[in-house]
């Protein structure tokens, strides 16, 4: 009896019915029929009194009958017929989000010219926080929070009359980070920090780190914290680092930042010491600099081999894969190589002011000081002068 629809959504439709009044009532089962086409027949059998009716073509009839059965007998069929509705939005979905804000798109199957006014509604925790009216099948909704969930309802209203609505939860996006910067920056390497941005969930971000000196040379991690330490940059290079926020399958938008990595080599004074990047580690195997050594005029470059890490055994003569070198003069030449532990001590002295060092992935250390020059001497001055001997004007000396 009463078999009536309760509620009806997009596609679907919930159905219930009463009991007859029958001894054995409690006992029947029932049996459902539904169709929107009689080629295209359904049919369950349910033991309460009521069906959830699903993959209903929308604005199309729907005729229901639901008989009561016990043993091998069935009554007389109760029959309702309906439309489904096709004022109902369907095919409600995000099609974006950012941290304050998110855009939804829908269809309303009998409006295809966008004639038809929506009413759209957004809930925070069960109570109505915004309401707008479109014609337009997409909006997007903003002053969010971020990456916090509400729920979005949409009906539809036709001929004069409002729809059931849609509904869909919905979650804005993370914030990106904020002030990121390079605090701390040597040869091959840089120390980033960033801060986490002010979102109810930040404690339980991650963060996406990649960075790339090349396009074609892309690096990523992924972090629990607000800082990291990039290495094995290439010196002299600009390293452009974009960092995300991320949480759950959500990502923020980019915070980025470019820098020059620090250049390795250049001109330094004949004193102190002078040592690898990262000594006394390997850090930069593939890392060349250049060092012009220069001392004060009229003094010539000392410099003393005080460590050397050679990390492969070299039987010949030649150090092809790791190498310090020096040169005497300005130029690429490499006049002195050196790859074995047996330089440790070595002294070399330059020929001029200056001395150029070559340095190729060995960690070193030496020490830089300066001499008077030693290969020159004070400048010869041309004199000229006569000797006479004794007695000159006799013709003959006298013994």
Same mark, same amino acid.
């Given at each position: ?9 997009v ?19 029932y ?13 369950? $059998?349910?033991?309460?009194? !009521?069906i959830? *009716? =699903?993959? @209903? +073509? %929308?604005?199309?009839?729907?005729? #229901?009958?639901?008989? &009561? ?63 707008? $009216?479109?014609?337009?099948? !997409?909006?997007? *909704? =903003?002053? @969010? +929070? %971020?990456?916090?969930?509400?729920? #979005?309802?949409?009906? &539809?209203?036709?001929?004069?009359t ?10 804005t ?13 040597d ?32 690096n ?67 890392m ?48 002195v ?8 001590g ?31 001497c ?21 013994l």
């Amino acid at each position: 009896m009463n078999l009536t629809v309760v509620e009806q959504g997009v596609g679907f439709a919930s159905l219930r019915w009463t009991a007859p009044n029958d001894p054995n009532k409690d006992s029947y089962t029932y049996h459902v029929i539904w169709y929107q086409y009689e080629y295209r027949m359904n049919s369950r $059998t349910v033991h309460g009194t !009521e069906i959830n *009716i =699903t993959s @209903l +073509s %929308p604005g199309i009839n729907s005729t #229901v009958t639901v008989t &009561s059965s016990y043993g091998n007998k069935s009554s007389l069929p109760a029959t309702i017929t309906f439309a489904a509705d096709g004022c109902i939005p369907a095919q409600l979905k995000v099609v974006s989000y950012s941290p304050t804000s998110v855009t939804l798109s829908w269809i309303v199957p009998n409006d295809l010219n966008n004639t038809h006014l929506s009413f759209v509604s957004l809930f925070s925790s069960g109570k109505e926080i915004q309401n707008h $009216t479109t014609k337009n099948k !997409e909006i997007t *909704i =903003t002053g @969010l +929070s %971020p990456f916090t969930k509400y729920n #979005v309802s949409i009906s &539809s209203l036709c001929d004069g009359t409002e729809s059931i609505p849609a509904r869909i939860d919905v979650q804005t996006g993370p914030s990106p980070p904020m002030n990121l910067t390079v605090v701390e920056q040597d040869v091959g390497f840089a120390f980033v920090r960033w801060a986490a941005p002010n979102d109810p969930n930040k404690d339980n971000y991650t963060y996406d780190v990649t960075w790339y000196q090349y396009e074609n040379r892309m690096n990523s991690r992924t972090v629990h914290g607000t800082e990291i330490n990039i290495t094995r940059l290439t010196n002299g290079e600009n390293c452009t680092v974009n960092v995300t926020s991320s949480y759950g399958n959500k990502s923020s938008l980019p915070a980025t930042i470019t820098f020059t990595a620090v250049p390795c080599g250049g001109k330094v004074r004949a004193e102190g010491w002078l040592s690898s990047p990262g000594y006394p580690q390997n850090m930069y195997l593939y890392m060349d600099c250049v060092w012009d050594i220069e001392a004060p005029l009229g003094h010539v470059v000392v410099l003393t081999v005080v460590d050397l890490n050679y990390y492969y055994y070299y039987s010949s003569s030649q150090c092809y894969r790791t190498w310090l070198a020096v040169g005497y003069n300005q130029t690429s030449d490499r006049d002195v190589t050196m790859c074995r532990y047996s330089d440790v001590g070595r002294r070399i002295i330059s020929i001029t002011n200056t001395l150029r060092l070559f340095y190729h992935a060995i960690p070193f250390n030496v020490t830089l000081s300066s001499q008077g020059n030693l290969f020159t001497c004070c400048p010869v001055i041309d004199i000229k002068f006569i000797v006479y001997s004794p007695d000159y004007a006799s013709k003959s000396p006298q013994l």
